[in-house]
C-alpha cells in the first residue's frame, strides 16, 4: 500500500450527521475527492446532504466560491444507504454515535465488503482504536482520525495510531488530513486522546458547579469566556457538543481510567435522560427556539 495520499482518490464516510456531512465536505472541496455517504437512515441522509447543500450555497454567496465550484464539488459527492453498496473506496471514516458495539459491527462490515487495502479511519473521540481496530480482518489498516466540529473551520484532526496500526497508514492518514487543509496532532491510543480528555472534565466540572448551585449559568459561561479569554463559555460548550456526546465521553473516561475525578455530573445525565441534549434538540443547558 502506498504511504501517500496520493494514492486516496475515493472516500467513503459512514454516517450523516453533522460531523460526517463536515468531513465529507471537506474531503470533496479542499481535498478534491470522490466522496461516498453511507447511512442507513433515510432521514438522517436526506437531512445531512440538504446541510451540506446550504453550506456550499452559504459559501458562494460570501464569495468564496464560485457556482461552478459549488456544482464542480457537488458533482463528487454520492450516497448509499448500507456499506454493502459502497463502491470501492480507498478511505473510509466512520462517524456516527460514540458505541463501541455499533462501530465494532461497523468494520466488521467494512472489511467483508471493502478492498484488504483500504484504510479504515475512526472519528471516535475517546473510544479505543486498538478495540476498534480488532473487530477488522486487517486491525493494521485501522486508525483514528478524530475531527473537531465544525469540521469546515476547526484546523485539527487528532491522529491516533492503535496498538495494531501500520506505519503506512499512519503516513498515509498525515498526508490526507494535510491535503484536507488540517493540522495534525498525534495522540497515544488512551481514553480521551488530547483534546478530551482536557476538554472534557473541564466542561463536566462546569457542570457540576451549576450542579452545586456555585453560580448560575450564565455567570459560570461569563467568567471563563471573559477571564480565561475562552471563545466560549464551557456550558454553552457543552450544549453545542451535544449533553449526549459529553456524558458518553464521560463515561468512556471513568469506567476506563477508573479514577472518581472522571465521573460524570449527576445534572448532566439528567439533562439527557430528559431528552435536553443541546442546541441539536432546542434544549440543553440553554433554550435554543426554532428558526422560522
Given at each position: ?49 440538504s446541510f451540506l447543500d446550504k453550506l456550499l450555497v452559504k459559501d458562494v454567496n460570501k464569495g468564496k466560491c464560485t457556482e461552478d465550484e459549488r456544482a464542480e464539488v457537488r ?36 472489511s467483508e465488503s471493502l478492498p484488504e487495502n483500504t484504510i479504515l479511519a475512526t472519528n471516535t473521540s475517546s473510544i479505543s482504536i486498538t478495540k476498534i481496530a480488532s473487530a ?51 495522540s497515544q491510543d488512551v481514553p480521551g486522546f488530547i483534546a478530551n480528555r482536557l476538554l472534557m472534565p473541564y466542561i463536566n466540572e462546569a457542570i457540576i458547579a451549576l450542579q ?81
Open positions: 500500500m502506498s504511504s501517500s495520499a496520493n494514492s486516496i482518490k475515493k472516500m467513503c464516510v459512514v454516517g450523516a450527521g453533522q460531523m460526517g456531512i463536515g468531513i465529507g465536505l471537506v474531503a470533496a472541496r479542499v481535498a478534491k475527492l470522490d466522496v461516498q455517504f453511507v447511512d442507513s437512515n433515510p432521514a438522517q441522509l436526506e437531512k445531512g446532504l458533482s463528487r459527492i454520492t450516497s448509499v444507504s448500507t456499506i454493502s453498496q459502497i463502491a470501492n473506496a480507498d478511505f473510509v471514516v466512520e462517524a456516527v454515535s460514540e458505541n463501541i458495539e455499533l462501530k465494532r459491527k461497523i468494520f466488521a462490515e467494512l477488522a480482518k486487517k486491525p493494521e489498516n485501522v486508525i483514528g482520525m478524530h475531527f473537531m466540529n465544525p469540521v469546515p473551520v476547526m484546523k485539527l484532526v487528532e491522529i491516533i495510531p492503535g496498538l495494531q496500526t501500520s506505519k503506512a497508514t499512519l503516513d498515509t492518514t498525515l498526508d490526507l488530513a494535510r491535503k484536507m487543509g488540517k493540522t495534525t496532532a498525534m452545586e448551585g456555585i453560580a448560575t449559568k450564565e455567570d459560570i459561561d461569563t467568567t471563563m469566556k471573559l477571564g480565561t479569554n475562552n471563545p466560549m463559555g464551557p456550558l454553552t460548550l457543552a450544549d453545542f457538543i451535544g449533553l449526549d456526546t459529553c456524558l458518553a465521553i464521560m463515561k468512556v473516561l471513568h469506567n476506563d481510567l477508573g479514577d472518581s475525578k472522571y465521573r460524570p455530573a449527576v445534572l448532566l445525565q439528567k439533562y439527557v435522560d430528559a431528552g435536553w441534549l443541546g442546541v441539536k434538540s432546542g434544549k440543553g443547558i440553554y433554550e435554543y427556539p426554532a428558526k422560522n
